[in-house]
């Protein structure tokens, strides 16, 4: 058996303790609050120009399409704080009744947020005529067909180009851990598609995958070792953020719905199992602390703001839409835990845009599922890893 156990490499807590916190505590806090209004809409910028090649994405799926959300359905003070969406926004034709849960909401003034850009990213996040609303619950990340050369492009551009390829003995610590975030999400990314797979598209029937799930994340430990650091790194976000985020203004203008999005955020933030168990997840004080730390802490955020540039080349809507949520989650994260304009200003005070703490909290949910669900299929990866050693064995 290969069971995870001990410290995870370079965090404060243990896979044990991480996979148990997960299924009692954080799981199941997410997988409510991302449905709430405030956290169900994701305000993109989902048509832009690939900056390093021209777009040639192809996909051959209609579950690649991204169903944009009509300016009647989404909260009324979102729009209030972020302009007009343009005429020739896409219609929803999904059918699905989450698309109408939103259309009584009243006219209430959005407060508490700013519209800031975050330095870890490339896009103008406050360019909002070029932005879009996007219902998640409608467009749920799963497989979509994207795959082949323009697929592989991408993943070798963030690799090879802008994160460091590890292990390398020559590589500092700093470097390891932007590697290893990068790798956990892309295994993330890959449990997604393999929990969520096309098994035959003519029945239109979906289900899990378990030889993708084996062969692209369970047969490389150090995908599932990265899969829980990216986790763990994330919830360390969270938590440090827990006063700014227990006062932030959750306010869609539905005031039931709203004081639900309150709890449930206090609920994971404080709650007595995660802060006795595992109160600091990752300890980002140890980064950043040689008499280079400043110039590479800004060689590190130009490398993943060229990352985020990446997710505007990826030819599929739907992995574009997600690849921006997720990326955009994790250099939150990073906007939380170090200082934004690679100076050491610990001491400035936090400032989060509304879209920041949307993307967090998703992206935190996507690692959990994919933490639950890589646990949860253990015995079966288990037997197929047996399987793959002695292929003549009888099971």
């Known amino acids: ?198 098994l035959d598209a003519f029945a239109n029937l979906w289900g899990q995958n378990l030889e993708l799930l084996y062969d692209r994340v369970w047969k490389h430990p150090d995908h599932v070792r990265n899969l829980y650091f990216v986790y763990l790194f994330v919830l360390r976000a969270v938590t440090k953020a827990a006063d700014y985020l227990e006062q932030a203004e959750y306010n869609t203008g539905n005031p039931i719905e709203d004081l639900k999005t309150q709890s449930l955020v206090r609920q994971l933030l404080y709650n007595p199992k995660l802060l006795s168990a595992c109160p600091v997840p990752f300890d980002e004080a140890k980064l950043w602390q040689g008499e280079n730390g400043p110039e590479l802490k800004q060689q590190i955020q130009k490398q993943f703001r060229n990352i985020s540039a990446v997710m505007n080349c990826v030819g599929c809507e739907k992995c574009r839409l997600w690849g921006k949520l997720q990326v955009n989650g994790l250099a939150t994260a990073l906007k939380i835990l170090f200082s934004v304009d690679g100076e050491n200003n610990q001491n400035q005070p936090l400032q989060l845009q509304r879209n920041e703490v949307i993307a967090l909290f998703n992206l935190l949910n996507r690692l959990s599922e994919s933490i639950k669900f890589v646990h949860d299929m253990e015995p079966l990866m288990e037997k197929m890893e047996r399987h793959d050693s002695n292929p003549t064995a009888t099971s």
């Open 1 to 198: 058996s290969r069971s995870y156990t001990g410290l995870v490499e370079d965090c404060c807590c243990d896979y044990e303790t991480a996979g148990s916190l997960n299924e009692q505590v954080l799981h199941p806090i997410l997988q409510e609050l991302v449905k709430t209004p405030f956290f169900r809409y994701f305000k993109v910028k989902l048509w832009c120009d690939c900056p390093f090649w021209p777009d040639d994405g192809m996909c051959h799926l209609r579950d690649c399409s991204v169903c944009e959300c009509q300016e009647s359905e989404f909260p009324e003070p979102f729009k209030k704080s972020s302009g007009v969406l343009s005429a020739d926004d896409v219609i929803c034709q999904e059918g699905k009744p989450q698309a109408a849960v939103d259309r009584t909401l009243d006219d209430k003034i959005f407060n508490g947020w700013i519209e800031i850009d975050n330095p870890w990213t490339y896009d103008d996040e406050t360019d909002n005529t070029a932005m879009t609303y996007v219902n998640l619950q409608l467009n749920p990340e799963r497989y979509t067909g994207y795959a082949g050369p323009s697929a592989q492009r991408i993943w070798a551009a963030v690799y090879q180009e802008n994160c460091p390829q590890y292990p390398s003995e020559d590589l500092c610590h700093e470097k390891k851990v932007m590697y290893k975030l990068i790798s956990g999400l892309h295994s993330s990314i890959s449990v997604h598609i393999a929990s969520d797979y096309l």
